[in-house]
């Protein structure tokens, strides 16, 4: 009696051992294609969202924490722009949100100079506050770049491992 796989309906060693590698291989060349497709995609976010923020050509103040005087183009100087906003923001209004100019404007006579002065202090706060989101938009932006990046590395990584274990099965 033959223990041949078309006799008995099960395979050798020897091909399971063919399939499994063919399938580590294809899977390794898969994770290695999605691997490079991330880190170009990722790069590519990085890349744009820099050039977007150097033709703003937003200069850092001088009274800033980090970068003063710098020209934003990257996460930390997105970040010190935004931070030295908020600080000046909060300068204008005597340490006073958006929400508590609004409340305080409820307690005065709508037309009154102090009235007039509350609403100019809140659209300050309030423009200081679009402009801060719009900075903190391109630092999450850059993160998420490089986490795309990062995970196109290890995809890389693992799609080379599979493609060695595969070779060697």
């Not at 970040?79 to 404007?105: C, F, K, V």
Request: net charge negative; glycine share 12%.
């Amino acid at each position: 009696m033959s223990t041949d796989s078309t006799t008995t309906g099960t395979t050798s060693p020897s091909a399971a051992t063919g399939g499994a590698a063919k399938f580590a291989r294809l899977t390794g060349l898969i994770l290695l294609i999605a691997g490079i497709v991330f880190v170009l995609a990722g790069g590519t976010t990085w890349v744009v969202v820099t050039s977007q923020l150097q033709a703003e050509e937003i200069t850092i103040s001088d009274d800033a924490r980090w970068f003063a005087g710098q020209q934003v183009g990257g996460p930390f100087t997105a970040y010190s722009q935004a931070d030295i906003i908020n600080t000046h923001a909060l300068h204008a209004t005597d340490g006073r949100t958006y929400a508590e100019l609004g409340a305080d404007m409820a307690q005065v006579e709508e037309g009154s100079a102090e009235y007039e002065e509350l609403a100019a202090q809140r659209t300050t706060v309030m423009n200081a506050s679009f402009l801060r989101a719009s900075l903190f938009t391109s630092v999450v932006a850059y993160g998420v770049a490089a986490l795309v990046v990062g995970l196109g590395v290890l995809l890389g990584f693992a799609g080379v491992a599979f493609r060695k274990l595969g070779a060697t099965a």
